[in-house]
């Protein structure tokens, strides 16, 4: 079987349709011989803005010297962008090889009950954290696929775990309401976490999971300040101060939308150095300077102006519309 044979099938399990909850997820991965156990990790959830904030976080792990993985999903071109580490997407080769060893366990779950066959999204996050285990990395930033308490990727305990501005998606997944959404979205704060979240009117329900949990909580807005000091389309600077002292970075990544992306990347980053990870400074500042996410608000062309942006609901065609 060759690299697009193996993606054709990988795809196939599409067909499956999305099945929220941990059991499958957890079957397969013990399979596997449970590759996530262990994996240090900054875990990213909410509405819009998790991709940012994992990228941005990314880029100072790797600044900072750390082995990086790097999961996020949907990917913009190829699919191999989903599961990266340092910066560099898994290779066709090692995804057909991660892909051919995750069959024996998924045979063997499909033989015992059809109705317990893994989705494409356990599968995939599956060989991310075989991946990330045999890279042998350091820390990752992880994002949800969907949701948080139900979401494969709920498996981690994450040393910090971010809920980003949420609004609603997935409505008939997750529930009607902003708050149902982000009880669904909190479930990935742990009693192990340290939490970041933003000011939303779904603060109240974030709060709550945190108290409940004894996790400690930094909020962007309130506990954290961030704002814009300058822009052109070159990229904006912005300024962030909070308990941890005063940073001024210049993100290449443009719209107003990033300015809360990078309060909550930086607050996660000052939180992840409570549990003992050197992060310097100087790595949130080249690191956030060197973040690279394309086709979020990105210019394409000058004269004419172009810009291109993967707006994908209400809450981000909103960002969207008031962008600059």
């Known amino acids: 079987m060759d690299y697009a044979a193996a993606l054709e099938q990988l795809y196939g399990l599409e067909r499956f349709g999305i099945k929220l909850g941990l059991e499958n997820v957890r079957t397969l991965l013990a399979l596997v011989g449970n590759p996530h156990e262990g994996l240090k990790a900054v875990h ?100 949800v696929g969907m949701g948080g308490r139900f979401d494969a990727t709920n498996v981690i305990e994450g ?60 909020v962007v807005g309130r506990d954290v300040t961030v704002e814009r000091i300058s822009q052109d389309l070159s990229g904006q600077r912005v300024r962030v101060w909070g308990a941890f002292g005063e940073l001024e970075v210049t ?25 003992g990870s050197e992060v310097p400074d100087s790595a949130i500042v080249s690191g956030i300077a060197a973040t690279r996410w394309p086709a979020r608000f990105q210019k394409v062309r000058t004269d004419p102006l172009v810009m291109v942006d993967g707006a994908h609901n209400g809450p981000a065609a909103a960002a969207l519309a008031s962008a600059y």
């Open 44 to 143: 990213v959830t909410g509405t819009n803005g998790k991709g940012s904030v994992c990228a941005y976080v990314a880029s100072v792990l790797q600044k900072a010297g750390y082995r990086t993985g790097l999961y996020t999903s949907p990917h913009l071109v190829r699919f191999n962008e989903r599961i990266q580490v340092d910066g560099v997407p898994v290779s066709d080769e090692d995804l057909l090889r991660l892909w051919n060893g995750i069959q024996p366990a998924m045979k063997q779950m499909d033989g015992e009950r059809a109705v317990n066959r893994p989705t494409f999204f356990e599968v995939t996050t599956a060989m991310a954290f075989e991946y990330f285990r045999e890279k042998a990395i350091d820390v990752a930033a992880i994002e």
């Open 159 to 218: 040393r910090v775990a971010v809920v980003a501005r949420v609004g609603l998606e997935h409505t008939e997944h997750l529930g009607r309401t902003v708050d149902r959404i982000a009880r669904e979205k909190a479930g990935i704060i742990k009693p192990t976490s340290r939490a970041v979240t933003v000011v939303q009117d779904a603060l109240p329900v974030i709060e709550s999971r945190c108290r409940e949990l004894g996790a400690p909580l930094a």
């Open 251 to 275: 993100t290449p990544l443009l719209g107003s939308f990033q300015v809360e992306n990078v309060g909550l990347a930086i607050a996660a980053l000052t939180e992840l150095r409570k549990t």
